[in-house]
């Protein structure tokens, strides 16, 4: 079974590399007459010259009309012009909040990220539990190195997380043992120890401490007995899903985080979370985050799915044939469950808010100084990798951020979150040439970025047929899964 495979990946990553022939990535690039999308002041440079060289930006200034006495300057040697007039060029896209590892991630999971803009990716799950897992942290890394090489076609990997921490709820973590194993996962190479809904807050405090001690971030799901507040309050770096303000901005809160042992509420319990929702007490929390730095990642397309689970236009996604069959079984199987939940109309009415209400809670957060990032959860159910974070811009916008903070949700917010932003996250000298260029202005409207005329990753140049080729060998390789 394992030989068969192995047999199957390296024959997929063939098709793959024979459909991305994109020439070295050395040879200098200038895009003139361009327009640059500055994410921080929400303003368009327009009828730019970008030089790209070296895998970085070497110049950005205005592109003057050519006189009698003024010539533009010729591209560099043996450099490639670009005719960018009515373009648009944005930092590239990060996801936040994705899970790539899986044996067939280099043939089916990193190169759709490339394919839609997306050049940089928190992995939220990267290490085993158990070897039997088969892909664990050392094989990541393997692909981290592969990447920043040139060898494999995929999103930088910022951050490698661990496992979910996340006990039995009969089994109470000493604090020896929750520091120690911080220190191990340290130790393997995480940049992110995930905690998980099952530790206890004692254990949640312990090892966001020792992972602070370490230099090293803690986030993830919380303790279902203890409030973002508290969490925030306790050091953690990112809190991550909207629901959890749901769950503390109702007057039954403490009652519901006492007694709940499943992040999915029954659906009463949601309808008066929706129902009795308490702006004041999300006010509250969102004070304490502002105040204390805490990072909010929403992935509003995972409540999204929940509120659509019974929408045949929904469901009937053309991007399936980007899901080989073994995950698209497990994501009709999920979305199935959740209409179970309860089919009646006022079921999904209330799912349906539960959605809603998430939505209406980041634009609070935002407006009341929550640092917000862009996350998708890809490889959930229903969240496509790569091009769900072009739907989670739109999410974004929905909740009340502009186009122009959205953006800079995907963009510079992270870099500054990973501590990369002399590296990443705008368009300027010196830094690194992960870019994309758009047919139309996404502060328009935040549909352009998918709009997508080429890709700049590290200074190579994917045009919009190379980008159709890496989708075209991704669909191959999974009608060849079936």
């Known amino acids: 079974m394992r030989d068969r495979l192995a047999f199957r990946v390296g024959l997929l990553a063939a098709l793959l590399t024979a459909a991305t022939d994109v020439g070295a990535q050395d040879a200098p690039v200038v895009l003139q007459h361009v327009h640059v999308v500055d994410v921080q002041s929400g303003e368009v440079h327009e009828d730019q010259r970008v030089v790209i060289a070296g895998g970085r930006i070497r110049s950005v200034g205005h592109f003057p009309a050519p006189t009698d ?17 009515g373009l648009y060029l944005i930092p590239g896209l990060w996801d936040m909040h994705a899970h790539v590892r899986h044996p067939l991630a280099t043939t089916l999971v990193l190169p759709q990220f490339v394919a839609h803009g997306v050049t940089g990716v928190r992995d939220m799950n990267s290490e085993c539990e158990t070897p039997e897992e088969g892909v664990c942290i050392g094989d990541v890394q393997g692909w981290q190195r592969q990447i920043e090489a040139g060898d494999l076609t995929g999103p930088r990997l910022l951050a490698l997380s661990s496992f979910p921490l996340n006990p039995p709820w009969d089994y109470r973590v000493s604090e020896p043992e929750i520091r120690g194993m911080v220190r191990e996962l340290h130790r393997r190479g995480v940049d992110l120890v995930k905690t998980y809904v099952r530790l206890s807050p004692e254990a949640f405090a312990w090892a966001v401490d020792e992972a602070n001690a370490l230099g090293i971030a803690a986030g993830g799901h919380l303790p279902l007995q203890m409030t973002a507040s508290e969490a925030s309050e306790a050091g953690v770096r990112s809190v991550e899903h909207a629901r959890d303000f749901l769950f503390d901005c109702f007057p039954g809160s403490a009652a519901f985080r006492a007694g709940a042992r499943s992040q999915d509420p029954p659906v009463d319990v949601m309808r008066q979370m929706v129902e009795e929702h308490d702006q004041a007490a999300c006010a509250d929390a969102f004070d304490t985050f502002a105040r204390n730095g805490t990072w909010y990642v929403p992935t509003h397309v995972t409540r999204r799915m929940d509120a659509l689970a019974d929408d045949p236009a929904f469901r009937d996604d053309p991007r399936a044939r980007y899901v080989w ?28 808010g539960f959605y809603e209400t998430g939505l209406a809670i980041t634009g609070r957060a935002h ?21 769900s974070v072009h739907d989670e811009l739109g999410e974004l916008v929905k909740a009340g951020l502009s186009p122009a903070e959205a953006l800079a949700a995907a963009t510079v917010r992270p870099a500054e979150f990973l501590g990369l932003e002399d590296e990443h996250g705008t368009v300027e000298v010196g830094k690194r040439a992960d870019l994309v260029l758009l047919r139309a202005n996404p502060l328009d409207d935040i549909e352009h970025v998918r709009e997508i005329e080429a890709v700049f990753f590290g200074g190579e140049h994917l045009s919009r047929a190379d980008l159709d080729a890496l989708l075209e060998a991704v669909e191959k390789a999974v009608a060849a899964q079936e």
Do not use: C, H, K
């Open 325 to 352: 069959p073994e995950v698209w079984g497990q994501w009709q199987a999920d979305a199935d469950r959740m209409v179970a939940l309860d089919p009646s109309p006022e079921g999904r009415r209330v799912m349906r």
């Open 69 to 85: 006495t003024y010539a533009p300057p010729p591209p560099p040697d043996n450099g490639v012009l670009v005719d960018a007039t």
């Open 367 to 387: 407006a009341a100084g929550v640092p917000i990032v862009l996350g998708t959860d890809a490889g959930d159910t229903y969240v496509f990798f790569g091009s």
